[in-house]
Nanobody
């Protein structure tokens, strides 16, 4: 069982940066693929980024490549999402998720545990 708690959301102007954090509980955290997703009002939850258990591989949605960076610290049971050059259309609730597998996946349905989400609002 893994419990996830996100933090770091807030209000930022377009072009600004935010760093989201996800604190995970559970002794097997290091064996999970970790991902970030987001969901805007009236839209489906969409994949943003994911990282393998070792941190050796990362995968990003095309829309965030070059601007967002996912990282993890297994010693601290933490996952991070550094978001730069934010755009107003990226306003959403951002979720941290864990997958009981070694392979990265993009569909939300393939992730087993979810946090409660943190709101990110980008003003124009």
């Amino acid at each position: 069982q893994v419990q996830l708690v996100e933090s770091g959301g807030g209000l930022v102007q377009a072009g600004g940066s935010l760093r989201l954090s996800c604190a995970a509980s559970g002794r097997t955290f290091s064996s999970y693929v970790m991902g970030w997703f987001r969901q805007a009002p009236g839209k489906e939850r969409e994949y943003v980024a994911a990282i393998t258990w070792s941190g050796g591989s990362t995968y990003y949605a095309d829309s965030v490549k070059g601007r967002f960076t996912i990282s993890r610290d297994n010693a601290k049971n933490m996952v991070y999402l550094q978001m730069n050059s934010l755009k107003p259309e990226e306003t959403a609730v951002y979720y941290c998720a864990a997958r009981r597998d070694y392979a990265i996946a993009t569909p939300p349905a393939l992730y087993d545990y979810w946090g409660q989400g943190t709101q990110v609002t980008v003003s124009s």
